[in-house]
């Protein structure tokens, strides 16, 4: 390309000429994009980055004036890697904030299961001083789901005292968790 035609090609550009943008696009992408690659190191996000930045000199390229040929490149070049260090170091931010959720998630499911186990391991030496009517009564309504009718028919015995035992085990249960959290 002479002298006269890359000025020609920049006056084009400023004046916001399609062509003059696809001469731009189709002589330096690949050279773009391989630079994008040797600082991202990754296909997809050098594309994406190059992509995104000649989108971005297109609505702009007005605004733009460039000396020469150089100056140009130098501007394409400069402006691609400067998003690609942008790109570098949102990852690494977003990576560092996942990787801090993360830590957090798992010190809380194993603050919550270590809580949990200590808070069951309690309940079964509540359930176990309880009378022993009483213990059956609560383990067959609430850990094994039978209603009151059933249990009274296990143990031969009326709904209503089924349902005396169930009020005292809570009770009884409520009081035994208390006094260990004091």
């Not at 390229?61 to 942008?86: A, G, T």
């Not at 009718?149 to 085990?169: C, D, F, G, Y």
Request: hydrophobic share 40%; aromatic share 10%; net charge positive.
């Amino acid at each position: 390309m002479t002298a006269d035609q890359q000025m020609n090609l920049l006056e084009r550009l400023k004046a916001g000429d399609s062509e003059a943008f696809d001469e731009v696009y189709t002589s330096y992408r690949k050279w773009l994009w391989i630079a994008a690659l040797g600082i991202l190191q990754n296909e997809a996000d050098a594309e994406e980055v190059v992509q995104e930045f000649f989108i971005e000199f297109w609505q702009r390229m007005e605004q733009r004036q460039f000396d020469d040929i150089q100056h140009l490149k130098n501007y394409l070049f400069i402006s691609v890697r400067n998003r690609c260090l942008n790109k570098l170091q949102r990852d690494k931010v977003a990576r560092k904030r996942n990787e801090q959720m993360l830590q957090h998630t798992e010190l809380s499911v194993s603050y919550n299961q270590l809580e949990n186990s200590e808070l069951q391991q309690q309940l079964r030496e509540a359930i176990a001083k309880l009378p022993p009517i009483r213990s059956k009564v609560f383990k067959l309504g609430y850990l094994f789901n039978y209603t009151r009718r059933q249990i009274a028919a296990m143990l031969n015995v009326s709904e209503e005292t089924v349902k005396k035992h169930m009020i005292l085990a809570l009770k009884d249960l409520r009081l035994a968790l208390k006094n260990r959290d004091e």
